[in-house]
C-alpha cells in the first residue's frame, strides 16, 4: 500500500516510533527493504537519492519499480526522494508517483532556501504528496574522525517551517552522513526544543553507527524517520566477500545477488526492529 510521508509519520507519531527510510540503489535493495517490512509488519520509507545514486541506476528506471512494489507491498509503504536539490528533479519525481519528496536548500542562504522550499512544497502539495526540508547543515564523514555540521537552531527552525508548511525536518544535531570516524555525540535536548517549537516531526539523516539506546533516545525525543544506508550497504558488501572467500569452484552472478539481498533482509529487519521502539503492530 502506497501512502504519503505525511500519513507514514502520523502512524509513527501515535506509536512513538521512528519509521525507517532506507536508500536503495537497486531491485534487490528493494525486495529487501518489502520482505523486512512485511515480515516486522511495519510501515517503511523506500528512498532514492538521485544526486548520490542516480551514477548506478537512473530515476526513471528505479522510481518505477519502487512505485510498483510499494503499491502492492502488505504493509504502508512511503516512495521518497532523498536529498532532491533542483527542482526538475523534484518534479521527475513527483511525476513517476513518489508519495514524498525532499527539498535540499541547507547550504543556501536562509531566505532562499525558504523560498524554494514553499514552492516545492506547493509543487508536492499539487501532486498529494509530502515534503521534507532541511536546515541547518548535517556532519559528514571525516578521514580521521568526524566533521560536525551547523546544528540546527530551534528558534529559526521555527521560522523555517511557518514560512513553508513543510511536513518534516532533517535537523542537525550531531550525526553525520556516512561511516562515523569517532564516537557520535548526539544533542537530545536540540531535537526536543526542535521538535517542540516547530510542531512537526523531525528527521534524523546519517543513521549508521548509532548506539541503540542513543536511537531510542532520538525517537524519544520527536525524531520519527530515520534515514539508514551505509552500514546496510557495507554490511552486504561483506557478505558477498564471506560467500566468494568460502565457496570452491563457480561463483555465478546470481549467487552473489542472492547473498546481498539476504545481508540486507537481515540489516534491515534488525534496524525496523530497534525504531520501533518497543511498539507492535
Ligand atoms: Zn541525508
Redesign the pocket.
Known sequence: MLITLKNILDIAESKNMAVAAFNVTSLEGILAVIEAAQEEDTPVILQFANIAHGKYIPLETIGKVMVMMADESKVPVCVHL??GDNFDEIKRALDLGFTSVMYDGSALPFSENVANTRYVTSLANEYGASIEAELGA?GAEGDNENILGEYTDPEAAKLFVGETGIDAL?ASFGTV?GIYKSEPKLDFERIEKIRESTGIPVVM??GSGISDADFRKCIDCGVRKI?FYTYAAKYAGDAVRQMVESTSGNIYSHDILVSLRQSMIKTYKDAIRIFKNRQSF
Open positions: 532523498d536529498h548535517m532533517a552522513h539523516h546519517g534515514n
